[in-house]
C-alpha cells in the first residue's frame, strides 16, 4: 500500500462528516401553540435545506435552496406553492442552522433566548409558468402544484397584511407570514 491511497483513504474518512447531510427533529407542541412535529434536513453535497411541518391539514413543506437563491414553501391546506427569494440576513445560512437548531433545543422556547427573526411576503395573485428558474429543488416539490411569487414586504405596509396570512414558524428560528392573494385564513 502507498503513501497515496492511505492519505486519499484518511481524507475521504474526514471529509465525509462535512459533507454528509443530517436530520434535526423537533416535536413541536410548544412552537407557536401548534401540536405536531418539524423537521430539517440539510444537504451540504447540494446546498439545500428542506423543512417539514407535519400537522395534519395544517401541514406545510419548505426548501432552502442556497444555490439558486430561493425558497417555496408548499401548503398542504391551499394545494399550492409560494416562491420567494432567500432573505441571507434573516435565514440562516446552512452551517450555522445546525448550531443554531442545538442551541434553540437546549435552551427551549422563553425567555432565555432573542424572539425569532421574522419575515413577510405578500403573494402575487399571478401564477408562475415556469419553476426551472428557481432551482430543481423547488422544481421537485412544486411541480404539478399550482406556483405563485411572493415579495418580501417591509415597514408601514405591514400594517395592510396584518389579518390574511398563512405564518410558519420554522423551530424558533424564524418566523415567515405569506399575506393576500392565494393563501388567506
Not at 423537521?39 to 411541518?53: G, I, K, Q, R
Request: hydrophobic residues 35%.
Amino acid at each position: 500500500m502507498n503513501f497515496a491511497t492511505v492519505f486519499a483513504g484518511l481524507v475521504g474518512i474526514f471529509l465525509t462528516p462535512a459533507l454528509a447531510d443530517y436530520n434535526i427533529n423537533v416535536n413541536d407542541n410548544n412552537n407557536s401553540g401548534a401540536s405536531g412535529q418539524q423537521s430539517v434536513s440539510v444537504n451540504n453535497e447540494h446546498n439545500v435545506a428542506n423543512v417539514d411541518n407535519n400537522n395534519g391539514w395544517d401541514s406545510w413543506n419548505s426548501v432552502w435552496d442556497y444555490g439558486s437563491g430561493f425558497a417555496a414553501t408548499r401548503v398542504f391546506k391551499k394545494k399550492s406553492c409560494l416562491v420567494h427569494k432567500i432573505n441571507k440576513e434573516a435565514m440562516p445560512s446552512l452551517q450555522a442552522l445546525d448550531t443554531l437548531v442545538k442551541k434553540k433545543k437546549l435552551q427551549g422556547k422563553g425567555p432565555g433566548g432573542p424572539p425569532p427573526k421574522s419575515l413577510m411576503y405578500s403573494v402575487s395573485p399571478d401564477k408562475v409558468n415556469n419553476l426551472d428558474q428557481f432551482g430543481k429543488s423547488i422544481v421537485a416539490m412544486c411541480k404539478g402544484l399550482p406556483a405563485y411569487m411572493a415579495e418580501e414586504i417591509q415597514g408601514e405596509s405591514l400594517i395592510l397584511y396584518s389579518e390574511k396570512c398563512f405564518s410558519t414558524s420554522i423551530l424558533w428560528i424564524l418566523d415567515i407570514s405569506f399575506c393576500e392573494g392565494t393563501v388567506e385564513n
